[in-house]
């Protein structure tokens, strides 16, 4: 399958602030980044929820958001994700039935399980329950977004007496709803049990192999959405990368290489207790990411490049996000993103097919329109000397 005729473009921000900095400020630039974002076109924007570990320090991407919309015009902002085990379903449905209606329809809600285990810990949710609490509450959120009488239901975790939304969705019937899925299937079957958008947050290991292939990934999607009478759409399927882009590959390389390692190291390894990335020193790690062709850190030209390659490997799909990092300067992430918004977003949104035909079609006419100029030219200055 092709492309869409339009890809959507947009970020995840979980956000990671490298440790030992001021957090309010750090909060201050994620508004600025999406106000960046949101004069260069960007698509779209995924907030995440995070409650340990130090790095990620939105609790709430409800009240982000709101924030978020007050400071943009356009881009639409998601949740990416909620966690559906850390709260009660109908208080996530009202809040963003309320989004809904105070953004006038710019949100999106993303929802997972709960990808950060300490916060589960924190909380004292079972870490083999999430996924299970996670599809009871989706199932009970949908059916709030879409059914106008009252539920009544009992969970070993929650209850609802005679619940609805008193308040309707202002996006009819609701505002899009996504199921994140990276390496297990319970998230391609929950989103086409309810025929769901679909956040691959990370389709690679540590190692830089595919966790699964992803073509194969997406087919669990569409087995479970007709086992279901459902339909989803490869369209409204994203997939997360993590990118920095300069005019060369290796300015970008230098741009990003001890922030790059710094994240890596602290986050994935000591936070996560992730494997390294790659054997050999840190200072190697975007080198060693690029060969194995996990990150896109190169030019503009080296991501449609990137972009090509996992439209073949999946099958196709509707919409890349970078994962948002600070891994170089402000300025020279900013310019990373301008890049992209210039260079790359065109090729992939049909801005580009007019333009070219028309210059093309001048260049092919120029001969002819050069003689016919002549010939006016020559004209006028016939007409001139008659009338003196």
Known sequence: MALPARMKFGIFLAPFHRLGEDPTLGLERDLELLQWLDYLGFDEAWIGEHHSGGWETIASPEVFMATAAERTRHIKLGTGVISLAYHHPLMVANRMVLLDHLTRGRVMMGVGPGALSPDAVMLGVDLVSQ??????????????????????????WFQLHDALLHLRPYTQPHFPVAVAASGSPSGMELAGKHGLWVLSVSSVNPRGQMTTDLNEFWQIAEESAARHGQSVSRDE???????????SRQEAIEQVREGAAAFQHSYFEQTLGQDALADGPPEKIVEAANEQDVWC???????????????????????????AHEWATREQTYHSYELLARYVKPQFQGS???????????TDKLAEIKSKQKLAMDRAKRDYLSRR
């Open 131 to 156: 996924r299970q609490r996670m599809h009871e509450s989706l199932d009970i959120i949908m059916r709030l977004l879409t059914e106008t009488e009252p539920i009544t239901y009992e969970s070993d």
């Open 297 to 323: 850190v190169g030019t503009p030209d080296d991501l449609v490049g990137k972009i090509n390659r996992l439209s073949e490997a999946s099958g196709g799909f509707g919409g890349l996000l970078l994962l």
């Open 237 to 247: 399927w994203r997939l997360v990368l993590h990118v920095h882009l300069a005019e």
């Open 352 to 362: 580009l097919v007019n333009l070219t035909t028309s210059q093309a079609w001048a």
